[in-house]
């Protein structure tokens, strides 16, 4: 396994829509893998390939406190449930160190298939309605603080960056 590179808002490879998984093999399976690996060290809930500079449908999560509950989902679909929406603090490994509101419909059904190419339909609400609709938009080219106002948006780029520079200098003194 292997830690990857996350990419940082405003990295434009963000924005780019991932492409369906045409098979689930070996290398999506490690992918996987490395996927969970670098999301449990960032640490994260949620990570969508998008992410890692890898543009294909496939998001990682493991909503559980005691980091035991791996989920899979390849070419997912979410449909919302309910016209109602509740609000959320978000946050998000491509964007350090910001966190904000955000309203999204509060129970949704997910579609997907897992790492043995099964489909499945899961039913969720609460934080994994909202995870999966985070990771979703990832898949999608948008981010978490495209909902924002845009003077947020402006602020949170600019503490990225900030973020950004600090752990390459971070980085540059530890080779030393």
Same mark, same amino acid.
């Given at each position: 396994? *292997?830690?990857?590179?996350?990419?940082?808002?405003?990295?434009?490879? +963000?924005?780019?829509?991932?492409?369906?998984?045409?098979?689930?093999?070996?290398?999506?399976?490690?992918?996987?893998?490395?996927?969970?690996? @670098?999301?449990?060290? *960032?640490?994260?809930? $949620? +990570?969508?390939? @998008?992410?890692?500079?890898?543009?294909?449908?496939?998001?990682?999560?493991?909503?559980?406190?005691?980091? #035991?509950?791996?989920?899979? =989902?390849?070419?997912?679909?979410?449909?919302?449930? @309910?016209?109602?929406?509740?609000?959320?603090?978000?946050? %998000? +490994?491509?964007?350090?160190?910001?966190?904000?509101?955000?309203?999204?419909?509060?129970?949704?059904?997910?579609? *997907?298939?897992? !790492?043995?190419?099964? *489909? =499945?339909?899961?039913?969720?609400?609460?934080?994994?309605?909202? %995870?999966?609709?985070?990771?979703?938009?990832? !898949? #999608? $080219?948008?981010?978490?603080?495209?909902?924002?106002?845009?003077?947020?948006?402006?602020?949170?780029?600019?503490?990225?960056?900030?973020?950004?520079?600090?752990?390459?200098?971070?980085?540059?003194?530890?080779?030393?």
């Amino acid at each position: 396994m *292997a830690l990857l590179p996350i990419l940082s808002f405003p990295d434009p490879r +963000l924005r780019t829509i991932a492409k369906p998984v045409e098979e689930v093999t070996d290398d999506i399976r490690q992918l996987a893998a490395d996927m969970f690996e @670098t999301m449990y060290e *960032a640490p994260g809930i $949620g +990570l969508a390939a @998008t992410q890692v500079d890898h543009h294909i449908q496939l998001i990682v999560m493991d909503i559980s406190e005691e980091k #035991n509950q791996p989920m899979v =989902f390849i070419n997912p679909k979410v449909i919302p449930l @309910t016209e109602d929406t509740q609000p959320y603090e978000e946050g %998000c +490994l491509s964007v350090p160190q910001i966190y904000d509101k955000v309203e999204r419909p509060s129970r949704v059904k997910i579609e *997907a298939i897992n !790492l043995e190419g099964q *489909a =499945f339909v899961l039913e969720a609400d609460e934080l994994l309605a909202v %995870c999966i609709q985070h990771e979703m938009d990832h !898949l #999608n $080219g948008k981010l978490f603080v495209d909902y924002l106002s845009p003077l947020k948006r402006q602020r949170a780029r600019e503490k990225v960056e900030k973020v950004v520079r600090q752990r390459e200098k971070e980085k540059v003194t530890v080779k030393r």
